[in-house]
T-cell receptor, first 114, second 115 residues
């Protein structure tokens, strides 16, 4: 119930194309869904995040689509660039009396071909 | 704003020695800090959560006597890997969050190699 399932494991996209990464969760207690970008040897950096009361959020070329009833959310990278090549992690967070917790997906390695 | 600095970025130590990793929030007070471990090409696995001034909460399977966490101030948490062995070699990452704020900010990670 604590898992966040992420797919695909790896993704190759042509420059200018759309990269789509999907995630699904089970625990309805999650109330914050961030996406992180990680380059080799670096810590994750927050890319964009959404709360379940919103179905879509767009920031520049990055869009999160959120389907609360299906318990799924996805990241769309428009006009993908070689510089977007990195590992992307979706995550789901909740805060409760026991504290705050973030569960990460397994990650998607994106390669954008020039 | 919201910068988290981790030090050192890389460390090599001999088997049996202890290593301390620092995590600092540079421009905000972090009431909660998290320590993660990441193996190559894998996801981040939460090791423990620490709140300033109290004992850390360890995830199941994480040896608290081996991975000592101290969160003595609102801007500093440390992770000490005691009696390190080669299997402890990994990428360790911290993150920090403000009170009443959901977003957590990550440090740049520490690559630990135990030889």
């Amino acid at each position: 119930q604590q898992q966040v399932k992420q797919s695909p494991q790896s993704l190759i996209v042509q420059k200018g194309g759309i990269s789509i990464i999907n995630c699904a969760y089970e625990n309805t207690a999650f109330d914050y869904f961030p996406w992180y970008q990680q380059f080799p040897g670096k810590g994750p950096a927050l890319l964009i995040a959404i709360r379940p009361d919103v179905s879509e959020k767009k920031e520049g070329r990055f869009t999160i689509s959120f389907n609360k009833s299906a318990k799924q959310f996805s990241l769309h990278i428009m006009d993908s660039q070689p510089g977007d090549s990195a590992t992307y992690f979706c995550a789901a967070s909740y805060g409760n009396t026991g504290g705050f917790k973030t569960i990460f997906g397994a990650g998607t390695r994106l390669f954008v071909k020039a | 704003g919201a910068v988290v600095s981790q030090h050192p970025s890389r460390v090599i130590c001999k088997s049996g020695t202890s290593v301390k990793i620092e995590c600092r929030s540079l421009d905000f007070q972090a009431t909660t800090m998290f320590w993660y471990r990441q193996f190559p090409k894998q996801s981040l696995m939460l090791m423990a959560t620490s709140n300033e001034g109290s004992k850390a909460t360890y995830e199941q399977g994480v040896e608290k006597d081996k991975f000592l966490i101290n969160h003595a101030s609102l801007t500093l948490s440390t992770l000490t890997v005691t009696s390190a062995h080669p299997e402890d070699s990994s990428f360790y990452i911290c993150s920090a969050k403000r009170q009443m704020n959901t977003e957590a900010f990550f440090g740049q990670g520490t690559r630990l190699t135990v030889v």
